[in-house]
């Protein structure tokens, strides 16, 4: 861990990744430990909506490494605030923000410049963005039930919520860049993502305050990475890792949409449905090892 002052800026880097802190105007650029750019903030980032009005995040007053930590007061439009920067891991670095009247403040904002190339990925889990299945509060994009043929898995150029309705996919916080670079918001309050929507060079998040005292700091953790998969190893090294399924998951998996009714079939001295047992026979002729069969409406007739 080592904290150098260069000019205006100070350098706080590990062996895998450095974070540049400009001084004057506080603005944090992320690189490799070979000083490769992957994440810039964007100029005039930070900022909170407190009493009605915008307010910016501006000079830095003074700094103290404790640890893996950079403690920070910035100066605002609204006061004295606090900063701090904490290498979690050498590629992770954890940035908490406490304004001047924490109680006070409704909202959080911060951006990143898009490089002219880069993808960015996450959020949620359909592909693109669309309009909702049907002109009703709550309902979900129509993508996430008919996912579009043709799409991708790039956010760029969307507008995104990141407000959990009825709905068949799974949100989160968390995009990565194909830049080398992840972010991660922590908490559960309401946020809105532009990611070069309305200014094609800045990706823009914007995240409310709740009724908890904690939520009334910002914190978010970048990711340094290089490629997705250690992106991915770093945010789960945070967020937790996701569990091994069991053995039995892994193995084939059978289902009908229905089965239709028939004489039973003796199988094994036991009557049951024929295609059942067709299915079983067949898993036995081919010697396809059992997984798991989803016996899907045994008990309806007709359409439905």
Avoid: C
Wanted: proline residues 7%.
């Amino acid at each position: 861990m080592t904290l150098v002052r260069e000019g205006d800026t100070l350098r706080f880097a590990t062996r895998a990744a450095a974070a540049r802190i400009r001084l004057w105007a506080f603005h944090v650029t992320l690189t490799d430990a070979a000083g490769v750019l992957l994440a810039e903030q964007a100029d005039g980032g930070l900022q909170f909506t407190a009493g009605n009005a915008e307010h910016r995040v501006g000079q830095v007053k003074t700094s103290e490494l404790e640890g893996r930590t950079l403690h920070l007061t910035v100066e605002t439009s609204d006061g004295m605030g606090d900063i701090d920067l904490t290498w979690r891991t050498d590629r992770t670095l954890e940035l908490v923000f406490v304004p001047p009247d924490p109680p006070g403040v409704t909202h959080f904002t911060d951006g990143y410049r898009l490089q002219p190339d880069e993808l960015i990925y996450g959020l949620t889990e359909r592909l693109t963005d669309s309009a909702p299945i049907a002109d009703f509060p709550g309902f979900p994009p129509i993508d996430e039930l008919i996912p579009r043929e043709v799409g991708s898995l790039n956010r760029r150029g969307e507008s995104i919520e990141m407000l959990v309705r009825a709905t068949f996919g799974v949100y989160a916080p968390f995009y990565h860049s194909s830049a080398g670079y992840g972010l991660y918001i922590a908490g559960t309050t309401i946020g809105q993502y532009d990611i070069g929507r309305t200014d094609p060079e800045m990706l823009q998040f914007r995240f409310e305050t709740g009724t908890t005292a904690e939520s009334h700091t910002f914190r978010y953790d970048l990711f340094a990475g290089r490629d997705h998969g250690t992106i991915l190893d770093e945010y789960t090294a945070v967020t937790g890792r996701p569990f091994l399924p069991p053995e039995w998951v892994f193995r084939h998996w059978r289902y009908r949409d229905e089965h239709a009714v028939g004489e039973p079939v003796v199988v094994d001295g036991v009557p049951i449905n024929p295609q059942v047992a067709e299915d079983l026979l067949m898993y036995e002729t081919y010697g396809i090892p059992a997984g798991v069969y989803m016996i899907d409406r045994p008990w309806s007739e007709g359409p439905f």
